[in-house]
């Protein structure tokens, strides 16, 4: 666990309002940032499908009870800590990726904005006088790095040194939180400066990226421009309504034990959707150090959610308690044989299995009249839909809870398997625990 607790700003500082963050722009779907106008923070690393913070607002203004602490056991990009904060909240995270999880941290904690640029300066200073060494990267797959033996690698070698330069020239700053900072913003833009790009399945390798050859100097300009506008953002959002923060790192079910009491719970869980969001940031984990071999790699995989079947695991059981899961679980036997993965049954009983506990912990953890808001999407295999908000509320009465409210509000597209049509909904989800 790592905790900073500064306390509330004082009643003369000059607080940054929620509204003021988000410059009351208008969103498209409080399910996704697409389509509306990018906000502080979110740029240091680019989430494609993270839930707009404007949901936050909403679950505080409509609590049934006041609301002076939050809870979010699947942390992600931040949105619910860092809301809660220019909210006036008390945030509790928890986060398993341990890249992420250094994200929220940055996000989260207050620093002496001279103090930062100073140290930027050092790096800068440390980055234009040295070449870099890629040993310093550690033990990397053999396709991360070009070589005369693979035909096809992640970073061009020039690349690769430069970023083991600034990973170098990061190490030598003796703040810890200033570290932590400059190497969440050199991860963020690791994949703009490799030849491939990331989507929900993965890693795919950039068209023509032979010919693309990315020239070491543009390592040095992207992580000088994205400093100087981190260093801008923290100064102008220094002052918020709350600044201390809780982060627990690990898989929520084993540290949901561990969070303080809240009076409020807002998250997106993974989607049942097979998408192994363990991969989406293989090349941020790899690089940065915090993978370092097989086995660390098989670790993180394994602590996560149940929600896809690229990792060979014993799948537990479904809960008993959904007539609605059931039906959906024996269409998806009946058509095993049809499924791109016969194991695509055993993943989805044991994400609800997953799901079910998530749920009864948090619940724990909630005060009397405590609230449940959670982004969810659907999926579907076969032509079979598995509609996940409505399986969750079959459950909230055993779990403890009452359901408020089912919600869609956009619809996601299926995968080119089921047709790439819009046909997933995303909905919220809105419980409340027994008083």
Known sequence: MELASLGATADSDPYVSFEAWTRQRKIVSIGSNAG??????????????????????????????????????????????????????????????????????????????DLLAQDFRRILAITSRKAGDVRRLGKLPATFIESARIERWVFNSTVARRIACHLEAIDTLPNVQHRRLFRVLLGGMLVAVSNVVINGKGRRYRRGWEERRTVPEMVDMLFKQRCQAAITEIHEHRYRRHRGHTVLRGDCLRKLSKAPPSDLAVFSPPYPNSFDYTDVYNVELWMLGYLNNADSNQKLRKST????????????????????????LGKLQRERDNLWSPWIPDMIGHYFHDMCKVLGRVGNRLTPRGEVWAVVGDSR?????????????????????????????????????????HQLAESLLVLRKAG
């Not at 059981?317 to 059931?326: N, Y």
Request: charged share 15%; glycine share 6%; net charge positive.
């Open 36 to 113: 509306a106008e990018p906000l502080p923070f979110q740029e240091w690393h680019h989430f494609k499908e993270a839930f707009a913070p404007e949901v936050v607002a909403r679950a505080v203004r409509e609590s049934h009870r006041p609301v002076t602490t939050c809870l979010d056991p699947f942390g992600g990009s931040g949105t619910t800590a860092l809301a809660s904060q220019f909210l006036g909240i008390s945030p509790t995270t928890i986060e398993v990726n341990p890249y992420l999880a250094d994200l929220i941290q940055a996000k989260l904690r207050a620093y002496n904005p």
């Open 305 to 328: 959610l149940c929600s896809h079947v690229q990792l060979k695991r014993e799948y537990l059981p479904a809960p008993a308690g959904s007539l609605r899961l059931a039906r959906a």
């Open 381 to 421: 295999y076969a032509g079979v839909q598995i509609p996940v908000a409505r399986i969750l509320a079959d459950y909230a009465p055993m779990l403890g809870y009452q359901v408020i409210n089912i919600e869609p509000f956009r619809s996601m597209r299926a995968s080119a398997q089921q047709g790439g049509q």
